[in-house]
């Protein structure tokens, strides 16, 4: 990629010819070359490289003003420099001040618009993502290109080595390695094998695949991504707005404030008016406000594109200043904090076999899809008979409640059990305990465990030591098990036993306890997650195995579930936000300070192009800064 566009180049050049121009007539004139020459001659001298270096400002600040759009940077720079120009030719200033406005004005303007480019550079990447084509099998099983919104669910496709896989898919055929870098940041290969699913957007390194597609392109994983790239600019920051805002009133009120000085110097204090529109030319290239319009928003994108580099995908500048003020993080157990692939650790029946008790289990969890009920169906090997089970029903957060054989079977939380005027007695089992009742008879429990996600624990570590102050998880397990996991995991308080709707109204008390500013963060994977994601004020979602509608509700999306990146996230805003606040506090202060000192005559049109470019430049450097943060 080229680091400079076309148009940019074009400038460069430009400002390189006129800046020789400038060095030689700076020459000239500081050896008296030019006290000959007729003044009309030396203002085309000074007024043609000028054109040369300004025409596009101009012809900016014209279309503007024509528009209704009076007062930017352009109209700034238009009015001061042609007025400069303007005492300059009746004797009361030097045209190499006005000239050299402009032209450092551009040097600022070419700066600014490299930094941008550089900072949207990761996030930009992410674009190249989007696949092309896809090699569609047909059915006499020849492969035609086809585009990839045209292919469909159950279509099979063909990828091979080097090309990016279009579609979300199941691996038919073939092994490979697959490269996932552009959306999770890792360097590390995945292997694919027949039976895995695939997301769009890796690329496949060493064989060809054949895939069954899953989801229709516009469903796909690539595709959301690139929504979430496209949509991130709309969702600004507090402080962004707030600049975006006070540029609005603040061009204006010192335009209005540069006619004033120009007119009252001269009428109150007896000052030239010559002398009167040099300070107020001054005021005019010093009030513009380049340095805070563009910093703060290109610090903000620099911070996104940092988090982009590591897999993170920010929704908008917003959440990233959301995440800097969080003190508090909730989080989800299973899928989150855990891996959600359950095991059948123990089966403790009462008054049947232990193959009764799992056969019972089997049946209660036949048409489930929940990763407890795939737990016990792949620990049960026997065959399931259609129609033994009947009037299956699902009492969200309790259970099944089902026939079976023509007998009421209750499986699943305790609480279940005993509402239903089951005794049930106390078990200490490590993990998630579910348990059966056949006909009004307690048959026993059946525990199930999950183990700790890798790095979960270090995460939890590693969110404290970036200014989170307490960490909560929310389980709908049963009290002992959440406890344990919560226990391993390092994590400060747990609340279990909740239904989905329970969440959220947790959620809510625990933001009433935070202070002014405060923030509270949730990380969720799956479904019953998305209204807690929406509520928190800044919802972390686990991007690969999460659900769509938890990724859909989310601010920030982990492409690869990586819990560690989360402490990643929050230095990110940190360190953005500190740079952001101070380019506003350096512009501003350098601002007033020379806009004081022009008022009074003390500071010159020099003076004025340092608190313009030079400001700017410095805050677009510090800027820059977000892009990269140590330790990540």
Known sequence: MSVLTKKQKKTLYRILGVLAVFIVLLILDHTGAFSKVPPVLVFFI??????????????KAYKNIRNGQVFDENFLMMIATLAAFGLGLFGEGEYNEALAVMLFYQIGELFQGYAVGKSRRSITEMMSIAPEYANLVLEDGSISEEDPEDVHPGDRIV??????????????????????????????HRRAVPGDAVISGCINRDRVLTIEVTREYEDSTVAKILELVENASSRKAKLENF???????????????????????????????????????????????????????????????????????VKGSNYLEAA??????????????????????????????????????????????????????EAYEGTLVPGRITEITEISGYGIKALLDGKELLFGSRKLLTENGIAVPETAS?????????????????????????GAKEAVKALKENGIEKTVMLSGDHEKAAVETAREAGVDEVIAELLPEDKVFEVEKLMKDLKDKEKLGFMGDGINDAPVLVRADVGFAMGSLGSDAAIEAADIVLMDDDLRKVPKLLKIAKKTMAIVRTNVA???????????????????????????????????????????VKGL
Request: hydrophobic fraction near 50%; glycine fraction near 10%.
């Open 430 to 454: 490590h993990g998630t305990t579910v348990y059966a009742a056949l006909d009004g008879q307690y048959r026993g429990h059946i525990a199930i465990s999950d183990s700790l996600k890798e």
């Open 46 to 59: 000074y007024f043609i490289p000028y054109l040369v270096i300004g025409y596009d400002v101009l012809v």
């Open 243 to 313: 600049i975006t805002r006070f540029a609005r009133v603040y061009t204006p009120v010192v335009t209005i404030g540069a006619v004033l000085l120009a007119v009252l110097l001269p009428l109150l204090f007896k000052v030239s008016w010559a002398d009167g529109i040099r300070r107020a030319c001054n005021f005019l290239i010093v009030s513009c406000p380049c340095a805070l319009v563009i910093s703060v928003p290109l610090g903000f994108f620099g911070g996104i594109g940092a988090a982009s580099k590591l897999g993170i995908m």
């Open 159 to 188: 990828v091979r080595p080097g090309e990016k896989i279009p579609l979300d898919g199941v691996v038919l055929e073939g092994e490979s390695f697959l490269d996932t870098a552009a959306l999770t940041g890792e360097a590390v």
């Open 324 to 377: 800097s003020r969080l003190k508090l993080m909730v989080m989800d157990k299973t899928g989150t904090l855990t891996r959600g692939e359950f095991k059948v650790n123990r089966i403790s029946p009462e008054g049947i076999s232990e193959e009764a008790l799992l056969e019972t289990a089997a049946y209660a969890e036949s048409l489930s899809t929940h990763p407890i009920a795939a737990s016990i169906q």
């Open 586 to 628: 350096f512009a501003l202060l350098v601002k007033i300070g020379i806009l004081v000192l022009s008022a009074f005559g003390l500071a010159g049109m020099w003076a004025a192009v340092f608190a313009d470019v030079g400001v700017a430049v410095l805050c677009i450097l510090n800027s820059m800064r977000a892009l990269r």
